[in-house]
């Protein structure tokens, strides 16, 4: 069965917060709040973790992953980053966007894009992820909460509790999440391509 963290939206408790990461290290998949969707994340070297979000999602091979970072000093280490897709995407963060850029080799082969060899990341505006990513103190592996079949993506921490409660091991209660993805801005190449529109504001990317 999954644990259920209840956790303050703005102010996260320590003693939570800490529990849920000691999940986290120790090989856990967790569900947790975004200022976008719930994600389902795990820690950064947990190849067994994105396969079971793969099979919770039924993703195929030629998914973006999604590093979910705390800040654009960590960003920077996993994706290359020139002079103007440094502006745009700082000026940009924290917020609602997932970039594909570029991914350095501190990201796992077996999450880059098998062909462009790209990789998606973003840093959330969100109190109680930015508490997990900071006693982390590395990014989350993830990829939005959308069940396979569903039409809108759960907005409730007992919802998923319920629906999920044998498939992954934790879910992080902040309240009510949106239905509203990020937008996806894919970089990889010399000018920016919007692939889907969501909660950033897409027009600087156009």
């Given at each position: 069965?999954?644990?259920?963290?209840?956790?303050?939206?703005?102010?996260?408790?320590?003693?939570?917060?800490?529990?849920?990461?000691?999940?986290?290290?120790?090989?856990?998949?967790?569900?947790?709040?975004?200022?976008?969707?719930?994600?389902?994340?795990?820690?950064?070297?947990?190849?067994?973790?994105?396969?079971?979000?793969?099979?919770?999602?039924?993703?195929?091979?030629?998914?973006?992953?999604?590093?979910?970072?705390?800040?654009?000093?960590?960003?920077?280490?996993?994706?290359?980053?020139?002079n103007?897709?440094?502006?745009?995407?700082r000026?940009?963060?924290?917020?609602?966007?997932?970039?594909i850029?570029?991914?350095?080799?501190?990201?796992?082969?077996?999450?880059?894009?098998?062909?462009?060899?790209?990789v998606?990341?973003?840093?959330p505006?969100?109190?109680?992820?930015?508490?997990?990513?900071?006693?982390?103190?590395?990014?989350?592996?993830?990829?939005?909460?959308?069940?396979?079949?569903?039409?809108?993506?759960?907005t409730?921490?007992w919802?998923?509790?319920?629906?999920?409660?044998?498939?992954?091991?934790?879910?992080?209660?902040?309240?009510?999440?949106?239905?509203?993805?990020?937008?996806?801005?894919?970089?990889?190449?010399?000018?920016?391509?919007?692939?889907?529109?969501?909660?950033?504001?897409?027009?600087?990317?156009?």
């Amino acid at each position: 069965m999954a644990r259920y963290f209840d956790v303050h939206p703005e102010n996260p408790a320590p003693r939570a917060i800490g529990q849920v990461v000691d999940l986290v290290n120790g090989g856990g998949l967790i569900a947790y709040p975004t200022d976008s969707l719930y994600a389902l994340g795990c820690r950064l070297g947990n190849a067994d973790g994105v396969e079971r979000i793969r099979r919770v999602r039924q993703l195929d091979g030629h998914h973006h992953f999604t590093l979910v970072c705390r800040d654009f000093s960590q960003l920077g280490q996993f994706v290359h980053i020139n002079n103007a897709r440094f502006r745009a995407v700082r000026a940009a963060t924290p917020g609602g966007y997932t970039f594909i850029l570029p991914a350095t080799k501190e990201v796992p082969r077996r999450w880059q894009h098998p062909r462009k060899k790209t990789v998606g990341v973003r840093i959330p505006d969100h109190v109680v992820t930015q508490a997990l990513l900071a006693a982390l103190d590395e990014p989350l592996v993830s990829s939005s909460l959308l069940l396979p079949g569903d039409d809108e993506p759960m907005t409730q921490g007992w919802e998923i509790k319920e629906r999920l409660d044998h498939v992954i091991d934790g879910v992080v209660d902040a309240g009510d999440c949106g239905t509203v993805p990020t937008t996806v801005v894919d970089w990889s190449d010399d000018e920016p391509v919007v692939l889907r529109r969501g909660t950033g504001d897409p027009s600087r990317f156009e």
